[in-house]
T-cell receptor, first 114, second 110 residues
């Protein structure tokens, strides 16, 4: 069965510093992987996704993630944090054998300090 | 208009009351889903439907029921609301692995 673990429910970074959000997944077959962002009092917005092909995926707002099959990881990074990056971030996995349903991690809330 | 519309946006209800959350989509997708979001738990799947005649339980379906009235409409009911059903509820549609989410319904059961 597919599952997702996000390490760290809260992350605090300084403006201009690297943002690193960790995500590990469990899946019996190569999955599709996603990162979503939720700004305060808003719905979910897709940041980026990995389907097949290139393992380094670039998304919106300067974020990128790298799929590492050997480590079953899909960590999200941004070289330089901006105040507007303060939000909650969710990693999710979709597996064809599970009917392509999305399974989410517990989320990581990012605080950006000036 | 939004691709996925949820009503109401906010609702406060009393323990024991029946409440329905509604969702409609204009994407033309067959697949629709209901998730709930709780702090620290992410989003968990309540029910999903792959077409009008197909309804399936998700991981946390107890205390909930759904109705798929049409391809575009998928409603979630709490037959007798209880306080631990206080949460943010999201409806989504997919085609089949590209998901579009609604803005959510914040439900408080007092």
């Amino acid at each position: 069965a597919q599952s997702v673990t996000q390490l760290g429910s809260h992350v605090s970074v300084s403006e201009g510093a690297l943002v690193l959000l960790r995500c590990n997944y469990s899946s019996s077959v190569p999955p599709y992987l996603f990162w979503y962002v939720q700004y305060p009092n808003q719905g979910l917005q897709l940041l980026l996704k990995y389907t097949t092909g290139a393992t380094l995926v670039k998304g919106i707002n300067g974020f990128e993630a790298e799929f590492k099959k050997s480590e079953t990881s899909f960590h999200l990074t941004k070289p330089s944090a901006h105040m507007s990056d303060a939000a909650e971030y969710f990693c999710a996995v979709s597996e064809k054998a599970a009917g392509n349903k999305l399974t989410f991690g517990g989320g990581t809330r990012v605080l950006v300090k000036p | 208009d939004a691709d996925v519309t949820q009503t109401p946006r906010n609702r406060i209800t009393k323990t024991g009351k029946r409440i329905m959350l509604e969702c409609s989509q204009t994407k033309g997708h067959d697949r629709m889903y209901w998730y709930r979001q709780d702090p620290g738990l992410g989003l968990r799947l309540i029910y999903y439907s792959f077409d009008v005649k197909d309804i399936n339980k998700g991981e946390i379906s107890d205390g909930y029921s759904v109705s798929r009235q049409a391809q575009a409409k998928f409603s979630l009911s709490l037959e007798s609301a209880i306080p631990n059903q206080t949460a943010l509820y999201f409806c989504a549609t997919s085609d089949p692995r590209v998901f579009t989410f609604g803005s959510g319904t914040r439900l408080t059961v007092v």
